[in-house]
């Protein structure tokens, strides 16, 4: 079965602090997606990204970074000298590729590490 | 407008009405799906759809039913609200093929009393 695991529940930073924000997964699995999704205090839900099992680069994006380890069923978020407004929960998922399209791309998502940045 | 909408965004209802969430949207989406978000639960699939008239039930299905005559439409009914479906409710979309990217509603805010 899959699981994905954030274990920090709640993380506060001063702004302009590097965070990382942990994601742990399980599956059976060798081909599975990964993603990280935002949700600000808007409510909405915000993609940032989908890595698949078998591209194991490390990603960057502005502030943001991704650490893919599958040594490590990891799958770490770290943003550089945060601000503000990346104050959010963050939700880390996993899918696993489908035997038959018909049988759906279920995402499972981690409970969620609320991240608070102070000015 | 494009994109993907719910309704109604805020609902309080009485324990044991019926009560039916409404999720549309405009982009010919294959894939909607259902998701309920708790707090330390993060969002749990209710159901899911591959195509109008193919439905499969997620983690937590029990309570709740779904239609989809409709490649745009995916309601939620709760057939017999309880307490414990005080909820938000998260529809989201996506295109067929390899898992991608979903696009997510605005989210209804459930209180049952």
């Known amino acids: 079965a899959q699981k994905v695991t954030q274990a920090q529940t709640e993380i506060s930073v001063v702004e302009k602090e590097d965070v990382t924000l942990d994601c742990v997964y399980e599956?059976?699995?060798?081909?599975?997606?990964l993603f990280w999704y935002k949700q600000p205090p808007s409510g909405e839900l915000v993609f940032l990204i989908r890595r698949n099992s078998f591209d194991e680069q490390n990603e960057i994006s502005g502030r943001y970074s991704w650490n893919f380890q599958k040594s490590t069923s990891s799958f770490n978020f770290t943003i550089t000298a945060s601000q503000v407004v990346d104050s959010a929960v963050y939700f880390c998922a996993l899918s696993e590729a489908p035997p038959i399209e018909e049988y759906g791309n279920k995402l499972v998502f981690g409970a969620g590490t609320i991240l608070r940045v102070k000015s | 407008d494009a994109g993907i909408t719910q309704s109604p965004r805020y609902k309080i209802t009485e324990t044991g009405r019926q009560v039916t969430l409404m999720c549309h949207q405009t982009w010919s989406h294959s894939y909607m799906f259902w998701y309920r978000q708790d707090l330390g639960h993060g969002l749990r699939l209710i159901y899911y759809?591959?195509?109008?008239?193919?439905?499969d039930k997620g983690e937590v299905p029990d309570g709740y039913v779904v239609s989809r005559s409709k490649t745009e439409n995916f309601p939620l009914t709760l057939e017999s609200a309880t307490r414990s479906q005080t909820s938000v409710y998260f529809c989201a979309s996506m295109l067929a093929g390899v898992p991608n990217e979903q696009f997510f509603g605005p989210g209804t805010r459930l209180t049952v009393l």
């Open positions: 599956t059976r699995d060798t081909t599975y997606y």
């Open positions: 759809s591959a195509a109008a008239d193919i439905t």
